[in-house]
């Protein structure tokens, strides 16, 4: 038995930065925006969509060069004679796309999704995915990768929250910050996304979130802002929304004032995809415009060519603006290296698999267990395999992230649906499938499968068999707010039959958010495997039968009915494609699992909650106060197998104010028997509370409780240590 007593320094400022090619990027962009012309200045600050024919972007576009190889999200023309390389982006965090624009390529890797990855709890293994793309972006030739979602997932009907990691600041700023570094140490530019308060997706142009200024502060911008302080990102992507009445892309205030002016951040903000309506957003901090013909379709021009220039000649843009402008992309780029490439990096697409494999593994939650898993692997058992498509793959979120993975789909059902989104809205299967996966692992089971087309069919299969595993999949994705929590087409009432056929029935859910499961307390076990990519299949069989031991948490809370959430109805949702939407997010920084602790409402599962074949223990706990909250405590495996677990640190009040705060986590693999000590110390932000009106953060004077804990609502050892009161900047 190890027990590992010693005592790691404090986590608190543990960056990785990421490789900087080069330390004097300011001065050469300095100098080489010193020597174009007016025209070179122009042509760097639009990006434009690559062309698939039948596109919306129309026709080839006239500024993307015949000779230009691959295409993708954007094209910038470079400044050979100044050495400044065409930029070329590509989506997302999973991989890197091909949405139609390249007919040779045999496909990437299909990582996991980012709520996937979130529910790992491993920073580590989020930087190493964003190695792997970086280096899949790097041989298409792309120097730019639209990854880094990090909006918090404020709401269980987003359609994107599989795009982002989690709905707390903290753990979100810190795997944001992973994937970045990996990304930006291969040379590529890495994007964090969608600044900011882009939490639906429901008529996500036209969408005002109305928030509290400081609350947003310590919410949604300090998870940019720690994120950024932690990997610095070449750029930000701005979203598609307004906040309290300004759009997100032109927002003076966001752009000039916090991220450029109290943070002090140096890259380019680029807007996303048809988000620029006016050439004033220049002026209000945007410094690329995106997707140019994007913004035709929606505002009917490309504000950053003709009336930029205009307003130039007008003098009403200054040059010092158009030059900072400029300065700032080529001060991304030569900081990331992305204008010194060297040959093309070796792919190892083996490797990346089983980085994707891994990430599937670690990103599976086990959400109950009442003794059906692990099966056993040594018995005939009948197992009726039901529904999901678990014939032929498993599914993936769908819009710009979604990625085609190497060899192709399993299948591709189109769904469809209303504005510029829909035809893009599609059901991908990755192969291999579940079920072949399943027989793999389980070679002495019969496995019997059975699509779910009806409650009654599959129902009879359920019967003559000794287990069922049944699939629930819903198909989410960028465009589309879901309506409720259900599953769809009927999936619920087949999972409901086949559990009142054969109690010992077992679920895994598809899906990237958390769905009501009417039929939860008829199940033996519920296993949540998100959107898990190319591996996912293999993740799935492992768990099940208990080769791998289920080690994710949830980040994300998942209600017992919308009634629990700060927005029982969705403003919006059922307007039509082009309606104006006001959403206020008046939980302000009360996001999630803090919402549910200040309500004293009980979740169906916990953030953080994820079981394990084996058990731990939490022990010694010991604080220390000061300037910030250090906590250390003891993790035992206690039960009979290795297995991984993440102790959380809490907040749960300042100074009389009760309040819940994920102050820090990590995740920490032991033999049967040992254990471990792990000294978490949380970044002073968490604590204190913002005061927009002096710009300044305050911890109050006084005692300071926290709780370790299995999850937001398991919490194992509790104590409190005594904070200095204090005002800190930034
Ligand atoms: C998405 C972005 C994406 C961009 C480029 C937009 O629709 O919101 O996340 O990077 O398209 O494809």
Same mark, same amino acid.
């Given at each position: 038995m ?8 404090p986590?608190?400022? %543990?960056?990785?930065?990421s ?5 004097? #990027? =300011? ?13 070179? &200045? ?49 989506d ?14 045999k ?8 709520? #996937? ?5 491993? *920073?580590?293994l989020v ?8 280096? %899949? ?16 997932a ?14 707390? *600041? ?33 008529? &996500?142009?036209?969408? =005002? ?7 947003? &502060?310590?919410? =949604? ?7 950024? %302080? ?26 000039? %004032?916090?991220?450029?002016?109290a ?6 903000v ?26 035709r ?37 030569? +900081?990331?290296?992305a ?66 993975p ?13 504005g ?21 692992q ?63 029935t ?13 039929w ?9 495997a ?7 299949a ?6 099940l039968?208990?080769t791998?031991?289920p ?13 629990? !959430?700060?927005?029982?109805?969705? *403003?919006?949702?059922? !307007? ?53 909250? !250090? ?9 009979? &197998? ?12 300042a ?43 305050n911890? +109050? ?12 609502? =398991? ?16």
């Amino acid at each position: 038995m190890a027990t590992d007593t010693h005592v790691p320094e404090p986590k608190r400022h %543990e960056a990785m930065p990421s490789t900087r090619a080069d330390a004097n #990027a =300011d001065v050469r962009a300095r100098d080489i925006e010193q020597q174009m012309t007016d025209d070179e &200045r122009f042509s760097l600050v639009i990006s434009i969509l690559g062309h698939v024919p039948g596109g919306f972007a129309g026709p080839r576009d006239p500024r993307i060069p015949e000779d230009l190889e691959n295409m993708s999200a954007g094209y910038t023309p470079g400044v050979p004679r100044l050495g400044v390389p065409p930029i070329q982006s590509s989506d997302a965090s999973a991989g890197v796309t091909n949405p139609g624009y390249r007919p040779d390529d045999k496909g990437a890797t299909a990582f996991p999704s980012l709520i #996937a990855l979130g529910s790992s709890f491993n *920073p580590k293994l989020v930087r190493d995915g964003g190695v792997a793309i970086a280096r %899949e972006a790097r041989i298409r030739g792309f120097n730019v990768q639209l990854a880094g979602g990090c909006n918090l997932a404020r709401d269980p009907r987003n359609g994107r929250n599989f795009e982002y990691y989690s709905e707390d *600041p903290w753990l979100s700023a810190v795997l944001a910050a992973a994937q970045v570094n990996g990304i930006q140490s291969q040379g590529v530019v890495s994007t964090l996304k969608h600044y900011t308060l882009n939490c639906n997706e429901t008529n &996500r142009h036209w969408l =005002d979130a109305i928030i509290d200024p400081d609350a947003h &502060r310590e919410s =949604d911008l300090l998870t940019f802002q720690i994120a950024i %302080e932690r990997s610095e990102p070449g750029a930000i992507m701005s979203g598609y929304n307004k906040i309290n009445g300004e759009y997100t892309s032109g927002n003076h205030h966001l752009l000039n %004032e916090v991220l450029k002016g109290a943070w002090g951040y140096k890259g380019w903000v680029m807007s996303d995809w048809g988000a620029t309506p006016s050439w004033e957003f220049a002026l209000n901090g945007l410094d690329q415009e995106s997707g140019v013909q994007g913004d035709r379709v929606m505002w009917g021009k490309e504000p950053f060519t003709d009336d930029l220039r205009e307003a130039y000649a007008r003098g009403m843009l200054p040059r010092e603006r158009l030059s900072d402008m400029v300065r700032r992309i080529l001060r991304s780029l030569f +900081a990331v290296g992305a204008d010194k490439w060297g040959p093309a990096p070796k792919v190892d697409i083996a490797k990346h698999h089983e980085i994707a494999l891994e990430g599937a593994r670690q990103g599976i939650v086990l959400l109950k267990n009442e003794g059906a898993l692990p099966l056993p692997k040594d018995k005939p058992l009948k197992i009726a395999v039901i529904g999901g498509f678990a014939q032929q793959g498993v599914i993936s979120g769908t819009g710009s992230g979604a990625v085609a993975p190497v060899g192709g789909f399993a299948g591709v059902v189109k769904i469809g649906g209303a504005g510029i989104m829909g035809k893009h809205r599609n059901l991908f299967l990755y192969p291999p499938s579940p079920l072949e996966e399943l027989k793999k692992q389980l070679p002495q089971a019969q496995l019997d499968f059975d699509p779910g087309y009806t409650p009654a069919e599959a129902a009879l299969t359920a019967k003559r068999s000794d287990v069922v595993v049944a699939f629930g999949i819903r198909v989410e994705g960028e465009g589309f707010d879901m309506p409720d929590l259900s599953l769809p087409w009927g999936q619920d009432a087949v999972i409901d039959a086949v559990a009142s056929a054969n109690p010992n029935t077992i679920v895994v859910l598809e899906t990237g958010n958390p769905v009501s499961m009417p039929w939860r307390d008829k199940v033996k076990a519920i296993v949540q495997a998100w959107y898990p990519g190319q591996a996912g299949a293999q993740a799935i069989a492992e768990v099940l039968a208990g080769t791998v031991n289920p080690s994710g948490r949830l980040p994300i809370t998942f209600p017992v009915s919308l009634e629990q !959430t700060p927005r029982p109805e969705l *403003p919006g949702l059922g !307007t039509s494609w082009g309606s104006a939407v006001t959403i206020e997010y008046n939980e302000g920084t009360e996001v999630g699992y803090r919402w549910f602790a200040l309500k004293s409402e009980r979740p169906l599962y916990a953030f953080g909650h994820g079981l394990s074949y084996t058990t731990f223990d939490y022990d010694d706990l010991q604080l220390e106060g000061g300037e910030t909250i !250090t906590a250390s405590f003891t993790v035992k495996n206690t039960g009979k &197998r290795k297995g991984a677990d993440v102790p959380q640190l809490y907040l749960t009040e300042a100074a009389g104010d009760e309040r819940m705060r994920l102050l820090g986590f990590e995740r920490v693999e032991l033999e049967p028997g040992e254990s471990r000590r792990v000294t978490l110390a949380a970044d002073p932000r968490l604590i204190a509370r913002f005061d927009g009106k002096g710009g300044k953060w305050n911890i +109050a004077d006084g005692t300071h409780s926290v709780a370790v804990g299995k999850s937001a609502i =398991d919490l194992t050892l509790t104590g409190s240590t005594r904070l200095l009161g204090r005002q800190f900047g930034v």
